[in-house]
């Protein structure tokens, strides 16, 4: 019970600075990667692998860029998905499947769960794993909860709902709508080995993300160069998911 909240408390710092506590964040001080069973972050520090994931879509107007560099450079991705917008645009979500990519839940209205109950909470996963089981004939066990926020209550409840939760270990800032070189930095200053890598592929409509694509241009190739090998994010944390 003292590991799991000395390791509660260490994501929530690192989370919420963003690397600015050296000493806490390095990944070679993280011996547990897991808050508890279900709630993940990172994967193994020993090994050189790194998970893009991507959040928010689809959107008409981000995703197919974003899955156009990711194929243009051979890799493979894992998107969390907004229920209601998956239900718009099915035709994405069959493209990200069909091109390699995992797919996971990112509730589907997007709250802040911190503020809904936990009947809201089941809700918000039903809803969008239906959604995703309609489109590509599987359900997922992979689940972003929005902001990465979840009550304890919630947590407890994750193995009922047979879902992983996942947050990050790298924050790319690019929902801020900055210069690809910015997303490029702010991806970096956190970047280690089993680092799990948040972006978006889609936004508010008023929102304009297209750096994001941009920037993978620069990170992928950079990345590889520096010896890391893209891998899902099953893949990274050993979570059973349906093979293409």
Known sequence: MIMRRVSILLFTLCFLFNGAL??????????????GDRLLYQGNNQLKQTALTFDDGPDPRFTPHVLDQLKKHGIKATFFLIGAKAH??????KRMVAEGHAVGIHTYWHPNLLKESTEKFHWEIAKTQAIIKNITGF?????????????????????????????????????KQIPETEITKNVFKNM??????????GGHWTMDLSNTAKSLDTIIPRLKQEGY????????????????
């Open 22 to 35: 050296p000493t806490l964040c390095k990944a070679e001080e993280v011996k547990n990667v897991a808050v």
């Open 88 to 93: 718009e645009h099915p035709e994405l979500v």
């Open 139 to 175: 359900e997922t066990q992979l689940f972003r909860p929005p902001y990465g926020n979840l009550t304890q209550e919630m947590i407890n409840e994750l193995p009922n709902e047979n879902v992983y939760a996942i947050n990050w270990s790298s924050d790319s800032l690019d929902w």
């Open 192 to 201: 280690h080995a089993g680092t799990i890598v948040l972006m978006h592929d």
């Open 229 to 244: 090998h893209f891998v899902t994010v099953p893949e990274l944390l050993h979570i059973p998911y349906p093979k293409n």
